[in-house]
């Protein structure tokens, strides 16, 4: 049986770009550009291990959008809602999710499906409820190129 993440990739083309970025303000940059670029109903869908830069991404796009509030990783609330943007904009964590059920009980599809731009920390997690089009960001270390150094894959929905 094939996994819902296979049968999402066989029905959405993706165009990917790599970049390497070689410091958090690099890295914020981006996510920066991202938010800018990104468009009401865009899901974001982001991995990458621990200390990786996930949340300095975040902050970035949350930036792009006009968001001027602290914005830091909602892992033990799943989700944080901010909308002072010309977006409104919402940051789901799901690493300490259980259970897809859990993602129920928050209304996710109102989220995912609805005017503003979501972004997934560890999306990998919830892969069977993720729409078909997500915009799919993953960062990596590579210690052998400094400390600073991480590659990120942005692969977007043609």
């Not at 165009?15 to 958090?24: D, G, L, R």
């Not at 303000?25 to 991202?34: H, S, V």
């Not at 200390?51 to 975040?58: E, N």
Request: glycine residues 12%.
């Amino acid at each position: 049986m094939q996994s819902a993440r296979r049968q999402r990739e066989r029905a959405v083309r993706m165009s990917v770009k790599v970049w390497e970025t070689h410091s958090a303000d690099e890295t914020f940059a981006l996510g920066r550009e991202i938010g800018r670029r990104a468009q009401a109903g865009d899901v974001y869908t982001l991995v990458g291990d621990l200390g990786t830069g996930k949340t300095v991404l975040t902050q970035g796009v949350a930036a792009g959008l006009g968001i001027g509030e602290p914005v830091s990783s909602p892992t033990f609330t799943i989700l944080q809602i901010y909308e002072e943007g010309r977006l409104p904009f919402y940051h789901f964590d799901v690493y300490r999710i259980g259970d897809v059920a859990e993602m129920d009980e928050i209304g996710y599809e109102d989220y995912f499906y609805g005017g503003g731009v979501c972004l997934i920390e560890w999306a990998n997690l919830i892969g069977e409820i993720l729409p078909p089009a997500c915009h799919e960001i993953k960062i990596e270390k590579d210690l052998s190129r400094g400390c600073d150094y991480r590659r990120i894959t942005v692969a977007d929905p043609m």
